[in-house]
């Protein structure tokens, strides 16, 4: 058994496709181009697949991930005439080029296979591994929420320095509430970086994983507090945010240990520099 992790990018309509349908989707992917994926035992079998970690619904991304186990791998072959150039004797390089051409093939328009990777065994599964993630947010100025922000960021002197000053806070409280429990989270530690371009986006790199985990909603939220938006709490105000916020994730990371220092990787390694987080 082989075990791969795929990287794809989702935009257009499908941004508004959730995370479960998302999953039955990629079943259907493996079934229609073939994929000789694992499937589990027992009596309810299912492939063996898992995903870095869900997007916010209506968000688009570069930097999705998920994990796949196979039960063949060098003999991936393509029908006639959808890969003419791959050889015969496939290389692991060429099998995943390969593996890549036929699931993009049979791929609605939005989602597309980036890249993949063989895992090495016992390598951490991308749903644990992810420790941060960078983002885009901007405002919708045809939404009330958003057109409100925008005034407030303009009144503040525009994105750079309304950002600047939220930044330089030591300590930006807020409290999370789920269905079960309730409490107070410090998000200026969770925030590693962040900046402003000339079209009024932001982008940040932020703490993600299954403890301190970010959204951008509730960054959006925090950002709009500070700048006087009217609210019970951060995190009613962040409940209010999918209508106003465009989302766009633009890579995922996890933490290597390199000379001592902890350092930003994407799931999929890059032959650029890492990322100091």
Sequence with gaps: MT?????????????????????????????????????????SPHQLMSFAQPLPAGATSDGEYM??????????????????DVPAELTEEDALRALILRMNAVMKEGIQVLDAQILAQGAEKAMTAVSACRWRLSFYAEDALGAAALR????????????????SERSIRVVKKTKKTERELDLRPLIY?????????????????????????????????????????????????????????VET?????????????????????????
């Design 3 to 43: 075990k791969l992790r795929l990287k794809f990018s989702k935009h257009g309509p499908v941004r508004f496709v959730g995370h479960l349908d998302l999953m039955r989707y990629f079943q259907k992917v493996m079934r229609r181009a073939g994929v000789d994926i694992a499937y589990s035992e027992g009596y």
């Design 67 to 84: 994990d796949i186990s196979l039960n063949s791998f060098r003999d991936i072959r393509l029908s006639a005439g959808q890969a003419a």
């Design 152 to 167: 407030r960021i303009d009144a503040a002197g525009g994105t750079t320095e309304a950002l600047s000053r939220f930044l």
């Design 193 to 249: 970086e962040g900046s402003a371009a000339e079209d009024g986006s932001m982008t940040l790199l932020m703490k993600a994983g299954s403890t301190d985990n970010v959204k951008p909603a509730l960054f959006a939220a925090a950002f709009l507090a500070f700048l006087g938006e009217d609210a019970a709490s951060v995190d009613e105000l962040s409940s209010r945010m999918i209508s106003a916020l465009m989302i766009h994730r």
């Design 253 to 277: 990371y996890l933490t290597v240990e390199s000379e001592g220092e902890a350092l930003l990787q994407p799931l999929i390694a890059l032959s650029t520099p890492s990322i100091s987080g």
